[in-house]
Every structure is written in structure tokens, then in C-alpha cells.
């Protein structure tokens, strides 16, 4: 029996920008360009809205909704405490909407759980986003396959069939060294 390849990228599959929602990963205290570039893209493709989106990896999915939001219980429930996605869902909120406060750009937040690049994806099939804004590491991986294993870009790239945009939270001069090499 032959192997089952997933359906490829292909000009068939393109999702137009125009009028299209972006998904925003996002992550507690992340600085505020990872939103800023979002609403910029978002004003210049006419995108409907931002849907941004944390991915609690404590916690998994245990049904995911048509409209992109999940309900989800705890990996290990003996030490889950249940009021503190609770307490870290608003806190992220309310960052986003201090950054968001004048973009004028209409943006929604979803908590998700599970896997990174599989909960981003779920959202955007369900929003039907044009392509995915994202930070890059601040932390620093000494080796390639740990800093491509851990790098969401690269999953979503490989992954599924929508565009990444990565933006720079932290650059190496060129005369020094990435934090991989």
C-alpha cells in the first residue's frame, strides 16, 4: 500500500490575505512588536481581525469548537491549579489590549492547550486565517536540532499549508554569535 502523503502546499490551497484574519501566537510578557507588526499587517491586507492565541502545553484539549476555542482540562490534575489559566488568560488579555488600545484593528484571544503548532493550526482552519504572526525564541538553544525542535516557526512552516511571519525579538550582531552556534 502506498503512503499516504498530507495534502501540499499548492496554489489551489492559498488563503487570500485580503479581508482574512491573522492568527497571533502569543506568550506572557512578550514584548509589545509581536501585536504592533500584527495590526500593521493587519491594516495593510484588510484583515477582518487579529485572533490572538497562548497555548497552555499544562493543559490539553479535550474538545476543540467550530469558532476556535477549545475546552481543556490539566495534563496532571493533582497538581493543577484551575484558577490560574483562569488568572493568566486575563492577564494576557489585558497586555493585549494595552498594546492593541489605538490600532484599530478588531482582535479576539483564545486560550488554548496542547501541542503549539497543532492548537495554532486548529485556529486558524477554524477562523480561517490568511497566515500566522509569531515571536521569535528569547531564550537561547546551544544546538540546531534542540533550537528547530523548539521553534514554532519552523513547525508551522513544515506543517501546514499557511504562511509564518516571524518577527525579531532579539538579534545577534553579525561579528557575534547566534545563540545556537
Known amino acids: 500500500m502506498a503512503e499516504r502523503l498530507p495534502p501540499q502546499p499548492h496554489p489551489d490551497r492559498l488563503t487570500d490575505f ?3 484574519p491573522l492568527v497571533v501566537g502569543v506568550v506572557p ?7 504592533l507588526t500584527a ?6 491586507t484588510g484583515a477582518c481581525a487579529l485572533y490572538f492565541a ?3 502545553r499544562s ?3 479535550v474538545e476543540e ?3 476556535g476555542t477549545v475546552r481543556h482540562a490539566p495534563v496532571d490534575p493533582d497538581l493543577a491549579d484551575e484558577n490560574a489559566w483562569t488568572d493568566r488568560a486575563q492577564r494576557l488579555t489585558a497586555q493585549i489590549a494595552t498594546v492593541m488600545v489605538d490600532q484599530e ?3 479576539h484571544f483564545r486560550y488554548l492547550a496542547g501541542r503549539v503548532d497543532r492548537s495554532l493550526t486548529h485556529l ?3 477562523v480561517d486565517a490568511a497566515a500566522y504572526v509569531i515571536g521569535t525564541h528569547t531564550t537561547h538553544h546551544r544546538h540546531v536540532p534542540e533550537f528547530l525542535h523548539h521553534s514554532v516557526g519552523v513547525q508551522l512552516s513544515h506543517r501546514q499549508h499557511r504562511p509564518v511571519l516571524v518577527v525579531p525579538l532579539a538579534v545577534v550582531d553579525w561579528k557575534g554569535r547566534a545563540p545556537w552556534e
Do not use: I, N
Open 54 to 56: 497562548f497555548v497552555d
Open 124 to 126: 486558524a482552519r477554524a
Open 39 to 44: 495590526a500593521s499587517l493587519a491594516r495593510a
Open 65 to 67: 469548537h467550530p469558532d
Open 59 to 61: 493543559r490539553y484539549p
Open 29 to 35: 510578557d512578550q514584548p509589545p512588536l509581536v501585536a
Open 18 to 20: 485580503a479581508g482574512r
Open 105 to 107: 484593528v478588531p482582535w
